[in-house]
């Protein structure tokens, strides 16, 4: 004997973790909907048009499409239950497992907090800025006037070591940082002593 499918209209409950107020399901047979764990007294379950007339009133199956499509869309007349029939096969899919979220403890966990970075340049803080003279014997800044570089690299010249080159640069808005100085040597306008 051939399996016949069966339909049920699952009432969702905030333990399903579905987010429809209903659920629509196929199953290929009676035995095949034996896994389903969420059926209770208030499913819509049938197999054929004569069950469904037989079982629910047309005001239960109205209630049903109203939750799910905010009011009922099927036509009364000539045939609701046929009409209903369709809807949900339609609707239908097959039925799978909601998994269940795991339980969080209560149990208070410490959480060690990163150390906040701090920057480290790669240059000796120590190191003296020695300034190197352009053509006419005067050093030369590379920059745009007024621009941040120019305040940077203006900063880095009037200090004698990294430190103190970073320190003041820092305190600029917006700062600078070693990458000033990095451009500073690459371009030649300054070398680090010892």
């Not at 469904?52 to 199956?61: A, G, H, I, R, S």
């Not at 949900?88 to 269940?100: M, N």
């Not at 003296?128 to 570089?149: D, F, T, W």
Request: net charge positive; proline share 4%.
């Amino acid at each position: 004997m051939a399996a016949i499918k069966t339909y049920a209209v699952l009432e969702n409950c905030i333990e399903a973790n579905r987010n429809d107020a209903y659920s629509y399901f196929v199953f290929k047979s009676l035995r095949e909907m034996r896994g389903c764990k969420e059926l209770n007294e208030y499913s819509i379950v049938y197999q054929n048009l004569e069950q469904l007339k037989d079982t629910f009133t047309e005001e239960e199956l109205r209630s049903v499409v109203s939750a799910t499509e905010g009011e009922c869309v099927l036509p009364k007349h000539p045939s609701f239950y046929h009409s209903f029939f369709d809807y949900v096969a339609d609707k239908a899919k097959k039925y799978k497992p909601v998994s269940k979220e795991k339980q969080m403890s209560a149990e208070v966990i410490n959480i060690d907090v990163k150390p906040k970075r701090v920057a480290k340049s790669k240059y000796d803080l120590n190191a003296k800025i020695l300034v190197l003279a352009g053509a006419s014997g005067v050093y030369q800044n590379p920059y745009r006037e007024n621009s941040n570089r120019w305040h940077n690299f203006e900063a880095l010249v009037k200090s004698p070591t990294v430190g103190e080159a970073l320190a003041a640069m820092k305190a600029l808005s917006p700062g600078g940082n070693s990458v000033d100085i990095r451009l500073a040597i690459e371009k030649g306008c300054i070398q680090l002593g010892e």
